[in-house]
C-alpha cells in the first residue's frame, strides 16, 4: 500500500512540476484597419462617428475621473497657447488658398498610424471633456503652382501639418483605458519658391 503511495505521490510531483503557471487570456488589441466613420473618407480624422462607444467611454471616465482629469488638465495647459489668437484675417493675403476650421475629432490616425478613439464631447460628474484642434486645409492641388506668384519663379503650394496631443481611450487596455497620443493634423497651406527663370 505505501508502495503504491509513493508512486502516486511521485506522479503528482512530476505532473505538477511540469505546468506551467496560470497567466490570464486577455484578448489582444484589435484595431480596426478604417473606422465605419472613415470609410467614404480620404481625412485621417472622423468628425461624426455613429458607432462611437460614448457610454464606454463615460463608464470608463466615471470609474478614473481623478487620474483622468490630471492627465486631461497637464493636456490642456501643456497646449494652451499653441495657437496664436488672431484677431483679424480680413488683410491676410495667402500666396496658396486654404480653408481653416475648428474641429472636434472623434477619431484620428495618431503617429504610429492606427486609429484612435479621442475622448471629445462626453461628460463625467458634469464636466463635459472637449478637445479642439485648428486645421487649415489647402482648397489646391498639393504641387501645384502658387496662384499668386509670378510664373517667372519655380513654386508649388504644400500641405504643412502640426502635431496635436490628444486624450485617448483605449476599451482594450484593461488596467487604464486613457493616454495621451500624438497626432499630425493640416496647420497651413504654404507657398515653396524656388529659383527664378528670366
Not at 152 to 165: D, G, I, L
Request: aromatic share 14%; charged share 20%; glycine share 2%.
Amino acid at each position: 500500500m505505501s508502495f503504491k503511495l509513493l508512486i502516486f505521490a511521485s506522479l503528482a510531483v512530476v505532473t505538477m512540476a511540469n505546468k506551467s503557471p496560470y497567466k490570464p487570456g486577455y484578448p489582444a488589441a484589435k484595431y480596426e484597419d478604417v473606422p465605419l466613420c472613415a470609410k467614404n473618407s480620404t481625412k485621417p480624422w472622423c468628425l461624426d462617428d455613429e458607432v462611437y462607444p460614448v457610454y464606454d467611454i463615460q463608464k470608463a471616465l466615471n470609474q478614473y475621473y481623478q487620474e483622468v482629469l490630471a492627465l486631461y488638465k497637464d493636456l490642456k495647459v501643456v497646449t494652451s497657447n499653441s495657437v496664436d489668437e488672431l484677431k483679424d484675417l480680413s488683410e491676410e493675403t495667402y500666396l496658396c488658398p486654404s480653408s481653416t476650421a475648428y474641429v472636434q475629432p472623434m477619431r484620428a490616425i495618431n503617429v504610429d498610424g492606427k486609429w484612435r478613439v479621442i475622448v471629445n464631447k462626453v461628460e463625467s460628474y458634469n464636466y463635459l471633456f472637449t478637445q479642439t484642434a485648428r486645421i487649415e486645409e489647402c482648397d489646391i492641388d498639393v504641387g501645384s503652382t502658387c496662384p499668386l506668384v509670378p510664373s517667372c519663379y519655380e513654386s508649388k503650394c504644400v500641405q504643412k501639418n502640426v502635431f496635436h496631443r490628444f486624450l485617448v481611450f483605449d476599451p482594450y487596455d484593461y488596467y487604464f483605458p486613457f493616454a495621451i497620443e500624438n497626432f499630425q493634423l493640416p496647420a497651413s497651406c504654404g507657398c515653396v519658391i524656388g529659383a527664378f527663370f528670366p
